[in-house]
């Protein structure tokens, strides 16, 4: 819904889409309307306590079964406002809104931290059982799972090895054999954000620009609709995230699709690959507090992030929960195991300092115009 905001009550039978207002009201109403009932049958109220989250995502979706659980373990129940764009920009302009926060692209939760929209986690648990490594800046969110963006290949028209780097993305090799989606999508500004920030801003601007040199046709569509292009042939390489294969795998209308690609997990023989990270922190609300607390210690824990990896077979911040098995096998073929790769660690500050930058790029390569 683009420009608006999607706004869902998240109870399991019944899900309304409606103007976020409204929907914060209407369950309060009923809780009301219930306590009413129940005073006068002369019983004590007890009111259903309400954890409100915000995340930017298009529904509630992949979230569904890590929220389930937690209504089901708390006794609360939580709602959520769900908007694909605009995350930060909301939170500024309506700072104790929801309790907690959750978003798809670390960057912005990095952003929102700097912009001083977030409060630090005291939980010891969180900073006992979430490495070091995916804890935010003064501990104003933890990044909760990560999913790699990799390249797919077609099969039948590449051979494995024959491209290994992102930069091979740029070689006059692949010239009109490119798929990827639009350029100011966040996740391909995360990508070459992170290009500049590992290969340097010249290496970077080369990169993007002899990407967009390569393409096959005008950026379009999805992560999945790249994989499609493939299957269709109207490109013989794509860049999409690592989850989208096991997903389209397990989607009858897509099959065709994942089985006409291999996966690359780029850069294996030098820094690595790069991840996109979801996040989770506090809001500045502070009315809530223990119940929010709750809320994330549930999606730090192997229960919690069990839940997510089923969902939506990103990787787990926790060692000690596996890679999802639809997962396992990516890799193979260039040597990896167990589905486990190396990762080119951006930090994330480093990355929300490129996003502006990485905007004006790809308006000046004019990355998105019609091919
Ligand atoms: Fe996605």
């Known amino acids: 819904m683009p420009g608006g905001v999607t706004c869902r009550v998240t109870s399991k039978d019944a899900a309304m889409t409606m103007n976020s207002r409204r929907a914060w009201a209407r369950p309060l ?23 409100r ?30 908007m694909d764009q605009g995350l930060v920009n909301r ?14 692209d670390a960057e912005l939760m990095e952003i929102a931290a700097q912009r001083g929209l977030l409060d630090p986690i005291e939980s010891a648990v969180i900073k006992a059982e979430i490495p070091k490594e995916f804890m935010g800046q003064g501990n104003l969110y933890f990044v909760d799972a990560y999913r790699a ?43 070459f954000g992170q290009f500049a920030v590992s290969y340097g801003e010249a290496r970077a601007r080369a990169l993007v620009q002899g990407l967009a040199n390569n393409l096959a046709r005008t950026p379009k569509g999805n992560d999945r609709e790249q994989a499609r292009g493939i299957y269709e042939g109207k490109c013989d390489v794509a860049v999409i995230n690592s989850y989208y294969y096991a997903l389209m795998q397990a989607n009858p209308q897509q099959k065709a699709w994942a089985d006409a690609v291999s996966v690359v997990f780029p850069d294996q023989g030098g820094k690595g690959s790069f ?14 507090r223990e119940l929010a607390l709750q809320f994330l210690e549930f999606v730090a824990s192997r229960e919690g992030q069990q839940l997510m990896v089923d969902a939506t077979k990103q990787y787990s911040v926790r060692p000690d ?34 996003r502006e930058e990485m905007i004006k790029l790809v308006n000046e390569l004019k990355f998105d115009a019609e091919r």
């Open 91 to 104: 939170l500024e302009s309506r700072p104790t809104e929801a309790d907690v926060v959750i978003t798809k």
């Open 29 to 51: 109403g009923g809780l009301l309307l219930a306590a009413g009932a129940l005073t006068l049958a002369g019983h004590a109220v007890a009111q259903q306590r309400v954890l």
């Open 321 to 354: 929960v596996p890679v999802a098995p639809a997962m396992v096998r990516l890799g193979a073929e260039q040597g990896l195991v167990g589905g486990r790769f190396k990762i080119d660690f951006v930090p994330l500050a480093a990355m929300a300092g490129k």
């Open 149 to 191: 963006r990799l390249i797919y290949y077609a099969k039948d028209r590449v051979k494995p090895g024959e491209i290994a780097n992102y930069e091979d993305l740029a070689a006059p090799k692949w010239k009109g054999r490119v798929c990827i989606r639009s350029g100011s999508h966040d996740y391909n500004l995360a990508l």
């Open 275 to 288: 991840v996109m990270r979801s996040a989770s922190a506090l809001t500045k609300n502070k009315a809530n």
């Open 53 to 82: 989250l915000i995340a930017d995502r298009t529904d509630q979706g992949t979230l569904r079964p890590v929220l389930d659980a937690f209504e089901a373990r708390s006794g609360a129940k939580v709602e959520g406002v769900f």
